[in-house]
């Protein structure tokens, strides 16, 4: 009896030490995050260290793809502290609070921690209507050591400048990038994580933390549809290799006219990396809707007869199909877009053939 109320004492003493309580009242210092590593971007030099593309370099673009590459879906930031709490101190340029993607997706932040060589979720959270530029903070009462975080940014927002908090007296450097190589991916609403409750939980990002393959995305919502500008970017871009999800958004009369010369386009900037395009999913929204069923069946068929020739007349191009899993007619938010767990569905579907495809080139 004496041993166990030993025992037990000890226990209680030792709790403290081990929760490692952030105080009430955190003095936070700051550093901008992209002093620390951004990854996922496919061209390294815009001045805004938070836009994807430098629209003053590329033209053609309209307005509304103009503000999406301005957006910073797919990016993240590699991170180290031994800090017990972590906050944002974001300051946006543009804001989407569109009614088919949680907030947080669009305009928050996504906050992994590796634990046991595993990216693990930590936190995440969105700024309040009206405090975009307080102190939000994501996380308190971390355990004690050193912590590797990555951080996701939002999918639909332009951030002009972002701090990353951390407790006064606390440590945080930028933390070396585990993942490997550089693929690009040129893609729809899909790709850029639309309908996703966070922004890494878009395919590109679940893709990538299951394979340690960093992906590098140009999704654009609404607007993938093989246009020469966005080759232009894509035949700029310092890349392994590149998977399209080209075939979303255009309609099977934009494929036909425009599959061939966007392929050339981009085959002659990059002549030795697989070019990988996925079929695009079947959308829910087709079940009673006869129009919609007829449009999409002709993108697909359409998709599918100019790749079946498109991989015996062009060198490095592969075509792969795609689905959202075993609950995929159970996956839609809105009919188009999958849910989370379609998302992991589609992500799980490509894994297999598109590392077969890399290992070809000797990406393993």
């Known amino acids: 009896m004496k041993r166990f109320i030993l025992s037990a004492l000890l226990l209680t003493l030792a709790v403290p030490a081990l929760l490692a309580q952030t105080p009430k009242n955190v003095e936070y210092v700051f550093t901008e995050a992209s002093d620390l590593n951004l990854i996922g971007k496919i061209h390294e030099d815009t001045p805004n260290p938070y836009h994807r593309v430098d629209t003053c370099r590329y033209k053609g673009f309209t307005g509304g793809e103009n503000t999406q ?3 910073s879906a797919g990016l993240a930031v590699l991170f180290e502290t031994n800090s017990s709490t972590i906050s944002v101190k974001p300051d946006y340029g543009y804001m989407n609070r569109a009614g088919n993607t949680m907030g947080i997706s669009l305009r928050g932040y996504d906050l992994y921690i590796m634990k ?4 693990l979720y930590a936190a995440s959270k969105v700024p309040a209507d009206g405090h975009e530029e307080n102190n939000l903070v994501l996380i308190k009462d971390l355990p004690q050591g050193v912590k590797k975080c990555m951080l996701y940014l939002p999918i639909y927002s332009e951030l002009y400048s972002l701090k990353i908090g951390v407790e006064k007296g606390s440590e ?22 639309i309908s996703t409750s966070r922004p890494g939980m878009s395919y590109p990002m679940q893709f990538m933390r299951a394979t340690g393959v960093q992906i590098l995305s140009l999704g654009c919502s609404g607007n993938c549809k093989l246009q020469p500008y966005f080759a232009d970017v894509l035949c700029d871009a ?22 061939f010369p966007f392929i050339e386009k981009v085959q002659k900037a990059h002549p030795d990396i697989p070019l990988i395009f996925m079929q695009t999913i079947y959308r829910e929204s087709r079940n009673f809707c006869t129009s919609s069923d007829a449009f999409e069946q002709a993108k697909m068929d359409m998709a599918s007869k100019l790749m079946a020739e498109a991989v015996k007349k062009y060198d490095n191009v592969y075509f792969i199909q795609t689905d959202t899993g075993s609950n995929s007619r159970e996956s ?29 080139y000797g990406m393993k």
């Open 69 to 71: 590459v301005r957006c």
């Open 238 to 259: 310092d890349v392994d290799a590149l998977i399209f999800d080209a075939f979303s958004n255009p309609s099977a009369q934009m494929i036909e006219e425009r599959l």
């Open 116 to 119: 046991d060589g595993q990216w």
């Open 172 to 193: 945080i450097s930028a933390m070396d990038s585990p993942f490997r190589y550089r693929v690009g991916i040129f893609g729809s609403s899909f790709t850029q994580g």
């Open 332 to 360: 839609s938010v809105d009919g188009t877009h999958p849910s989370d767990m379609g998302y992991l569905g589609w992500a799980e579907s490509i894994e297999k053939p598109i590392m077969k495809i890399l290992r070809k």
